[in-house]
């Protein structure tokens, strides 16, 4: 047996009920040698609150999944299938499907030192307003626009993106973005 990534669905807002409920189920049953990791992935986001105050929180990347890393067998799936709030595994009904090597990169490097506390964010020093830029992150991903507005202060800049050939404005992060 190798241990895997699985994917398991979760009641939304729960997710670290459920940690700590597959913890203390892991233990009392002894499966200390089949499930090995529980992650949350989650990122630290820069909110601004009235008056201009910015407040670092962090945030759920995929709000109603738990990671698992885990040995599947049929004493460990039923452990972590029947763990409340657990409702289900992501795959067909039955059989887990485990993540790759690269989509589990990819997801934890969604939460790597650019989204922690302490870590410069990208500034708005080389972006300007009438420049082309590719989206880069996020769901609009590889879609070209071109800027409409850039606040250094808040850390984003608004981007006419063309979407079904009308221009529509959406706010990004610095981050989000790179020069055409």
Do not use: C
């Amino acid at each position: 047996m190798s241990k895997k990534w699985y994917v398991l669905h979760t009641y939304s807002g729960y997710e670290n009920k459920v940690k700590k409920n597959l913890e203390t189920r892991i233990e009392t049953m002894g499966l200390e040698n089949n499930v090995f990791a529980i992650e949350i992935p989650t990122e630290m986001v820069t909110e601004i609150k009235e008056g201009g105050r910015r407040v670092e929180s962090e945030k759920k990347v995929f709000p109603g999944y738990v990671l698992v890393r885990m040995e599947l067998d049929d004493r460990s799936w039923a452990a972590v299938r029947n763990t409340p709030g657990v409702t289900g595994f992501v795959g067909s009904q039955g059989n887990p499907a485990p993540l790759t090597r690269d989509e589990y990169n990819k997801i934890m490097g969604m939460r790597s030192d650019k989204n922690r506390p302490g870590t410069p964010k990208k500034t708005s020093s080389s972006i300007e307003v009438g420049q082309s830029v590719k989206v880069v992150s996020g769901p609009l991903a590889e879609f070209d626009g071109v800027v409409s507005e850039v606040s250094p202060d808040a850390g984003k800049v608004k981007v006419l993106v063309s979407i079904f050939g009308r221009e529509t404005p959406v706010e990004l992060s610095f981050d989000q973005i790179a020069k055409i």
